[in-house]
């Protein structure tokens, strides 16, 4: 069952649509924030991870919370690695995405049922904050 819309997308989509506040806070400016949440996973806990990564990532898309990209490592220093990103304009409106504002208590119980138990899942992870630098044009 979809969880009803219960307010305005904060940021732009990583597939490059915008939402009404992005348009009226700034018409031509890009998200200046990338959001990066590197999850390394306990050994063979990456699909079940993946699985509550995308099942949150349609909660938010039907929150209109925007689309976020999940990744998993191929090669690399690590293995069972998950990354989850998405834009956002500012630090504020990030804090606020993080604190829940303006979500409905229907959306707060969905995320957490999705979520729960995730942390059996992961060894450690980091979060990594870059500034979107656009050409000038």
């Known amino acids: 069952m979809p969880i009803a819309r219960t307010r305005t997308r904060l940021f732009r989509r990583l597939d490059g649509s915008r939402g ?3 348009y009226a806070l700034n018409p031509k400016e890009p998200p200046m924030l990338l959001i990066r949440d590197v999850f390394h996973c306990k050994p ?5 991870l993946l699985e509550k990564f995308h099942a949150m990532d349609r909660l938010m898309q039907a929150a209109g919370m925007g689309k976020s990209r999940i990744l998993t490592d ?7 690695t998950l990354v989850s990103e998405f834009e956002v304009p500012s630090m504020a409106e990030f804090e606020k995405m993080m604190a ?5 208590e229907e959306d707060n119980k969905a995320f957490e049922k999705v979520m729960e138990g995730y942390h059996d899942l992961i060894d450690h992870g ?3 904050i ?3 630098e656009e050409p000038k044009n």
């Not at 063979?44 to 079940?48: E, F, Q, S, Y």
């Open 126 to 128: 980091r979060r990594e």
């Open 44 to 48: 063979g806990k990456v699909r079940p």
């Open 20 to 22: 009404a506040l992005d």
């Open 130 to 132: 870059f500034k979107i």
């Open 100 to 104: 829940g504002e303006g979500m409905s």
């Open 74 to 80: 191929f090669s690399g220093e690590r293995f069972w």
